[in-house]
């Protein structure tokens, strides 16, 4: 399985910017895509993630600004950012996982930098 994270930027405060993954390599239908963000000396952190029925989840910070969703036909997740403030910026990264038995397989992208300015 691979995944390839493009659409980080540099923008001003308040701005926005559309993130998206695309994966492939998934012989599954029963996976789960989430996006987390990680600053460097600190933990990565989920933000959002969406499964194939479509369910999402959201971090608090995040709530009201980001909008997760996905294009099967594409093999993408989007990650829509609005409102974007300084404490947004960070590597953002794509995981996908799923469970085959009682296995965990989980998949990183390379990551993609977002930089809000203020």
């Known amino acids: 399985v691979q995944l390839v994270e493009s659409g980080g930027g540099l923008v001003q405060a308040g701005g926005s910017l559309r993130l998206s993954c695309t994966f492939s390599g998934m012989g599954s239908d029963d996976y789960t895509i989430g996006w987390f963000r990680e600053v460097p000396g600190k933990q990565r952190d989920l933000v959002a993630t969406i499964t194939t029925g479509g369910s999402t989840t959201y971090a608090d910070s995040v709530k009201g600004r980001f909008t997760i969703s996905r294009d099967n036909a594409k093999n993408t997740v989007y990650l829509q950012m609005n409102g974007l403030k300084p404490e947004d910026t960070s590597v953002y990264y794509c995981?996908?996982?799923?469970?085959?038995?009682?296995?965990?397989?989980?998949?990183w992208g390379q990551g993609t930098q977002v930089t809000v300015s203020s």
């Open positions: 995981n996908l996982w799923y469970f085959s038995g009682s296995s965990r397989r989980s998949y």
